[in-house]
């Protein structure tokens, strides 16, 4: 056994007494509030050779005390954590004849008890078994209404009786077993209603050493959030109110005695992080679903009659024995033998060596130290009642200060924010929370103003904003432009190598009451640079960049911020109208060379576009001539044969018949033109290449 030893006793929760034990109780001596929403509770007890530890705990603690209480018995030995059973009603029910619901009214329940024998008294004294409980409706004296009553029917000695429940002075079940199971149901109701906290007993082994020895049980439940608050008081403005400062800081940690306990004279530590916390109902009974099988139910079996064997079967008996492989000299050892002789080696080696012990608990300090949270710890016993608020210190220290002004256009798209730059020279990273500024007027602070304070590394600072500075004016314009950077032509696909720039001018208005370090934040977009200011170290925050500006007081100065990004355009020249290819070529932006062969094939796409005008408007003069002899032929149908006007018709249709010939040619030739002209374009937007 080492000195000190740890393990983790949730899992082993037993409910057997063992041996005699002497009962002590447990005392709350440290509590750690972490901003992950929980608390670790630590409580200690002396104790000499073996004892059992009481501890009661809240029922809504119950699944976070089992998955995270340990013991830590620095000479003695863990046993076990005993806790009575969460028993929810079911599971008190499961082996009584009767339901929860059915103890709602006297009525459900004599009806769940059917076959019980019951013993009534009143007017009529009855014993008998009951049959049923019915409801009837009845009409009170005088047109009073009407009321419900419960008529019970009973088989008794002398045949089928019945009563009127309400009538009955008493009535009870003569069997003492249905009473006990009564009794013992609605023991389980109160205790159900009234178990709002739980025991456990942790059972340790003093291992023959007398002496005393300090236990202690640990374990992490749900807490109320504990938050930090700052005060940083500022010296008076001044001439130098824009350069360093140093500002007086104080933190508070505002927390929560929720615990359902006092806290006495404890050691009290607040720990800023953000750890993984973690819900699990260990404390109700799971079953697992198993898949149900079939029960196999052999069906009757009708035996054929034997009529004999035949010679085939010997014969190919004899087949299977000729191609089998030889067999061996000797043959081999079964299975088990041949596992045995594998498993002997190591059947002698040495047994199996235990894992060492768990760590000590300085270890899980080290550990504690070395991760990302951030302690504090007060250096004296606390007192806080249960349901009590503290205000605990945290920080009490100077730190470095800068006035700037920031401008934020999503927050004031006019003014920039009063600011202040807080550097955190200490060793020791702060907490978010929010700060309240206090600045010297005259001989006594003054409020200023209220700041939201992310978390703050040690040697990082942050910017807190705090008012709306009204004396400074911030005008913004936006312009955007682009820039071909590169153009060429391969494969009838014009290539476009654009720089697109955003460019912001800021305008600034300075103060009369003194100069101002403005910090501009500018919009930071994903895939774009900032190109200006050139070469400036700009500081870039998730979503913007923090541009610097001296503002001398009274002055207008500007600030230019441009961010660029490259893009590729690829234009088929295939699916250009000669429109927009006489656009590409008027572009300034192309060289010469590039713009005079765009003109060129908006030449050639202009001279397809002709020919296929000319080829619709032949089509749609055809189109004409058909309509027109379609209508002729219904008209000489309708005419007699050998009159004037049947005879002009026909004279009429001939004419038509020789001018849709006239333009089929016509459709010929155009459609030819247009694939030729086609066939031209084809040719010049493959010959380019530049």
Do not use: C
């Not at 709350?28 to 608390?39: A, Q, Y």
């Not at 603690?61 to 046993?79: E, F, H």
């Not at 003492?176 to 906290?197: M, S």
């Not at 007060?378 to 503290?390: D, E, F, M, S």
């Amino acid at each position: 056994m080492t000195t000190r030893t740890a393990l983790l006793a949730s899992t082993a929760l037993l409910l057997a007494a063992g041996p005699a034990f002497a009962q002590d109780a447990l005392v709350l001596k440290r509590v750690l509030l972490s901003t992950g929403g929980v608390g670790y509770f630590e409580y200690e007890a002396r104790v000499s050779g073996d004892a059992a530890l009481s501890l009661e705990v809240r029922r809504d603690q119950v699944d976070d005390v089992l998955k995270s209480v340990v013991v830590y018995d620095d000479r003695g030995g863990v046993g076990t954590i005993g806790l009575a059973g969460a028993e929810p009603l079911d599971t008190a029910f499961r082996e009584l004849p009767f339901s929860p619901g059915d103890l709602s009214s006297p009525a459900a329940l004599l009806n769940a008890l059917k076959g019980a024998e019951v013993r009534a008294g009143g007017p009529r004294e009855l014993t008998g078994r009951l049959l049923s409980v019915t409801e009837e409706t009845v009409q009170l004296p005088n047109g009073g209404g009407t009321t419900t009553r419960h008529r019970v029917s009973l088989m008794t000695a002398e045949g089928l009786r019945q009563l009127v429940l309400e009538d009955a002075d008493a009535l009870r079940f003569t069997d003492p077993r249905v009473q006990a199971q009564l009794d013992a149901a609605l023991t389980a109701v109160a205790d159900e209603g009234r178990r709002e906290r739980r025991r456990l007993t942790v059972r340790t082994s003093g291992n023959g050493n007398a002496g005393e020895r300090t236990i202690r049980v640990a374990y992490v439940a749900a807490t109320p959030l504990w938050k930090a608050t700052y005060r940083l008081s500022l010296p008076a403005k001044d001439g130098a109110a824009n350069g360093a400062a140093s500002g007086a800081l104080q933190g508070w940690a505002v927390l929560e005695n929720l615990s359902g306990e006092e806290w006495r004279d404890i050691d009290l530590t607040v720990v800023s992080g953000n750890p993984v916390t973690l819900r699990q109902a260990l404390y109700t009974p799971y079953f697992v679903d198993r898949p149900e099988v079939p029960v196999e139910v052999l069906g009757r079996v009708l035996p054929t009659a034997d009529e004999g064997t035949v010679e085939l079967a010997r014969q190919r008996a004899a087949v299977q024995d000729e191609a089998a492989p030889p067999r061996p000299a000797a043959a081999p050892a079964p299975m088990a033998e041949a596992m045995a002789g594998a498993m002997a080696p190591l059947a002698k080696a040495a047994p199996y060596a235990p894992p060492p012990p768990p760590a000590a608990l300085q270890s899980a300090e080290a550990s504690a130290a070395e991760s990302a949270q951030v302690l504090f710890r007060y250096p004296q016993p606390v007192t806080v009642p249960n349901g009590g608020t503290l205000m605990m210190p945290i920080a009490a220290r100077a730190l470095p200060t800068e006035r700037v002004a920031l401008y934020q256009p999503g927050t004031q798209p006019r003014h920039p924010l009063a600011s202040l730059r807080l550097r955190n020279d200490s060793g020791t990273a702060l907490p978010p929370g929010l700060l309240t500024f206090y600045e010297t007027v005259g001989d006594a602070p003054a409020y200023v103003g209220d700041a939201r304070m992310a978390t703050l590394p040690a040697g990082e600072s942050r910017l807190l904003s705090f008012a709306v500075d009204q004396a400074v004016t911030v005008d913004r314009a936006e312009q955007p432009s682009r820039r071909l950077a590169r153009a060429s032509i391969a494969d009838g696909v014009l290539l476009l190598s654009v720089t697109e720039r955003q460019t912001t001018t800021y305008t600034v208005s300075g103060a009369a009451d003194g100069d101002r370090a403005l910090v501009i934040e500018h919009p930071r977009r994903s895939g774009w640079d900032l190109a200006e200011p050139a070469g400036a170290a700009a500081d870039a925050t998730a979503n913007a960049y923090r541009l610097p500006l001296a503002v001398p007081a009274g002055k207008t100065v500007t600030l230019t911020a441009a961010l660029e990004r490259p893009r590729q355009e690829r234009i088929a020249l295939s699916d250009l109208t000669a429109d927009q290819l006489t656009v590409q070529a008027a572009s300034q932006e192309l060289p010469a060379n590039l713009r005079e062969a765009l003109t060129k094939l908006a030449g050639l796409r202009a001279a397809v576009a002709g020919k296929e005008r000319r080829i619709a408007e032949v089509e749609r003069d055809r189109t004409g001539q058909i309509d027109e002899q379609n209508r002729l032929r219904a008209n000489l149908a309708a005419l007699p044969a050998g009159s004037d006007l049947h005879k002009r018709t026909l004279a009429k249709m001939g004419e038509a018949e020789n001018r849709l010939d006239a333009l089929a040619r016509d459709l010929t030739v155009a459609r030819a033109e247009a694939d030729t002209a086609r066939q031209t374009l084809r040719d010049g937007i493959r010959a380019l290449a530049l």
